[in-house]
Nanobody
Framework: QVQLVESGGGLVQAGGSQRLSCAASGSILNIDSMGWYRQAPGKERELVATITSGGSTIYADSVKGRFTISRDNAKNSVLFLQMDSLNAEDTAVYYC???????????????WGKGTLVTVSS
């Protein structure tokens, strides 16, 4: 079993910054990629940013230049999302996802956290 726990959500003023963390635990052999997704009220879940095991990153156009995804190099199972210049449109529940396998030769599976709410007040 793999568990993901997000933290760092809360209320922030427009123009401010917030840092999210995601810690993965459990039987993890290899992590292929890690990412952040978000779901705003009344909208579908969308990609925010991802980072591969090789360090390549992808960002949604709406967050490019404002958000930075990174991971703890000492603990490959810890993921961060630095969010700057926040605006009301960034209000959402933010979810952490990893693609990992827990035994050699096994399939890579997606695991999701329960989410953390970020509310940006204007």
């Amino acid at each position: 079993q793999v568990q993901l726990v997000e933290s760092g959500g809360g209320l922030v003023q427009a123009g401010g910054s917030q840092r999210l963390s995601c810690a993965a635990s459990g039987s993890i052999l290899n992590i292929d990629s890690m990412g952040w997704y978000r779901q705003a009220p009344g909208k579908e879940r969308e990609l925010v940013a991802t980072i591969t095991s090789g360090g390549s990153t992808i960002y949604a156009d709406s967050v490019k230049g404002r958000f930075t995804i990174s991971r703890d190099n000492a603990k490959n199972s810890v993921l961060f999302l630095q969010m700057d210049s926040l605006n009301a449109e960034d209000t959402a529940v933010y979810y952490c996802k990893i693609r990992a396998r827990y035994y050699l030769g096994g399939p890579f599976l997606d695991y999701w956290g329960k989410g953390t709410l970020v509310t940006v007040s204007s």
